[in-house]
């Protein structure tokens, strides 16, 4: 077991809630910046631009005491101090939903490292989140950042022979197997999709948070996480549609997701483009490209050219109503898993007679 970290557990849940707004904070100017950011501009130097935050309205930057998590949203009334036009919500939610991330967190694996690394491992799901929604996308380094959080923790936990990380067949880490299995699952669903349906059923954004998932949590953890974002999705989803359906009701289409339908088709691609994709993430390969580009390796700026291309083309699909991205329901499932996956497994083995009813 673990060794917790000394001191009273009322201590660290203040230091986690604290830093769980403050982490919050930035993850708002980071949803920012990588949603905007040009297809030329690195991570690095969107998330260390040198100007200060600033006001979406009036543009002029914000002081310190307009920065202080939770509290300078609220004592402003959720309006600029300067201008007064609204600030959007979404902010406050962001700060206090990593917050309560934090100590949910705690609660659940005391205070321990294992507890920091699952919130740098949600941490960047929940920009993962707030991005897709907006844009539809996930950028590439919050996937690449969970991956590593969960391989490099996995290793830690290994050195330090932390039950349930044990190295497979004594070579293989967890989280690297864990990874393949849950990147496999995605691809044989974008496969079976462009099979069935000729375009594609998965984007790889997904594909790579699943990977990302699979390398933090335990297998059956994370195989759990995808049903529960499958249920997730089918009631929130539901839910939407009938609203949507209902205030449309009897009038026509609208013209705007009339053209995002016909847009969303994009360029054609083929079964083996997708299966090489897949291959690549299989093999961790974009990994390694990713990192060559930005060691400027010239055949590595090169493979990367035509993903920077197909970022830039994002800004012209616009979503409709009805469109839902499947990413946020990915991010829910896994962190309701953390909690509940061992309980609903123990509980389908008990219905199906496998073993005994939990106590």
């Given at each position: 077991m673990e060794q917790r970290l000394p001191l009273p557990i009322g201590f660290w849940a203040v230091i986690f809630g604290v830093s769980g707004a403050v982490v919050g904070s930035f993850l708002n100017m980071a949803i920012w910046r990588l949603a905007r950011r040009k297809p030329t501009e690195g991570v690095f130097w969107t998330l260390n631009n040198p100007r200060r935050s600033y006001c979406p309205n009036c543009r002029k930057p914000l002081s310190v005491l307009d920065n202080i998590p939770l509290i300078s949203f609220l004592a402003l009334g959720a309006k600029c101090r300067q201008c007064r036009e609204p600030i959007a919500w979404r902010y406050f939610w962001v700060e206090l939903l990593t917050a309560g991330c934090f100590l949910s967190l705690l609660l659940h694996f005391g205070a321990t490292l294992e507890a920091v690394a699952y919130c740098l491992f949600f941490s960047a799901l929940l920009a993962a989140l707030f991005i897709d929604l907006e844009k539809f996308i996930i950028p590439d380094e919050l996937n690449t950042f969970a991956l590593l959080v969960g391989v490099a923790f996995d290793i830690w936990a290994v050195a330090t022979h932390l039950p349930g990380h044990a190295l497979l067949w004594g070579w293989l880490p967890r989280s690297i197997f864990g990874a393949i299995i849950c990147a496999g699952v995605f691809v044989l669903i974008q496969l079976l999709g462009f099979v069935l349906f000729r375009k594609e059923a998965m984007g790889d954004g997904d594909v790579k948070l699943a990977r990302a998932i699979g390398a933090m949590l335990p297998l059956s953890q994370a195989l759990v996480s995808f049903l529960l974002a499958i249920a997730v999705g089918a009631v929130l989803g539901g839910l939407l549609l009938?609203?949507?359906?209902?205030?449309?009701?009897?009038?026509?289409?609208?013209?705007?997701?009339?053209?995002?339908?016909?847009?969303?088709?994009?360029?054609?691609?083929?079964?083996?483009?997708i299966a090489i994709r897949g291959v690549f993430y299989l093999a961790f390969i974009d990994l390694l490209v990713g990192l060559g580009a930005a060691l400027r390796i010239p055949a590595a700026v090169k493979m990367m050219e035509p993903l920077a291309e197909e970022s830039g083309e994002e800004d012209d699909f616009h979503p409709g109503p009805t469109h839902i991205p499947f990413g946020p329901y990915m991010v829910v499932g896994a962190f309701l898993a953390v909690f509940f996956a061992e309980l609903l497994i123990r509980w389908y083995l008990a219905w199906t007679g496998l073993t005994a009813p939990p106590p």
């Open positions: 009938a609203i949507t359906s209902a205030r449309g009701r009897g009038g026509p289409v609208p013209e705007e997701e009339q053209v995002d339908d016909a847009a969303d088709e994009g360029e054609p691609i083929s079964l083996g483009e």
